[in-house]
């Protein structure tokens, strides 16, 4: 099971130990043992689109660590206050600089080991100019030949391309939900 570390109370600073709380919880939570506080440790989204223009598709070389220098999809971890599809839009703009109209849901990557869930929409760029972020080194349109595979930064990215173009080619998209282990 991922546990994140979590060692202080949020609340009032003291040592946390990890215990099945006293109010009828099932699971082992981090817990304040002075001021009682149970401190809830949920997953991290990652928002992001599959851009496309024609038959290709936008890859983004990471500017950032990790995985500096790979290729990768636009996205990164959603915020407080905005929709997944606000979130990946948001992130397409950021490290792409990529004019887009959102389409529907591809990818729904649970990634327990580190505790994120990745969501991927398909998105039709408006323009095929871009004007990459600074977690960008360069941002590029790919057919499917053209695009570096051994290069790519992350499983969930590579899985997503993949889906991508089998739906693409099939003729019809469906929402895939995938399980990284």
Request: glycine share 8%; aromatic share 10%; proline share 6%.
């Amino acid at each position: 099971m991922f546990r994140s570390p979590i060692k202080h109370c949020r609340n009032c600073g003291s040592a946390v130990t990890y215990r099945v709380p006293d109010d009828g919880d099932t699971r082992e939570r981090a817990v304040c043992p002075a001021c009682d506080t149970i401190h809830y440790e949920n997953p991290l989204n990652v928002v992001g689109t599959v851009p496309y223009w024609g038959d290709k598709v936008l890859l983004c070389k990471r500017n950032i660590e990790p995985r500096w220098g790979k290729w990768t999809l636009p996205a990164g971890f959603m915020e407080l206050g905005e929709t997944t599809e606000q979130g990946a839009a948001r992130e397409t703009d950021e490290e792409a600089g990529a004019k887009i109209e959102m389409e529907g849901l591809l990818t729904v990557m649970s990634v327990p080991r580190v505790g994120q869930v990745h969501l991927y929409y398909r998105a039709r760029l408006q323009s095929d100019v871009f004007d990459p972020g600074h977690e960008t080194i360069e941002a590029r349109l790919f057919s499917q030949e053209e695009i570096p595979w051994e290069e790519i930064a992350f499983r969930t990215v590579r899985e997503t391309l993949e889906l991508y173009f089998a739906d693409r080619a099939a003729g019809r998209f469906s929402v895939h939900n995938v399980v990284i282990v």
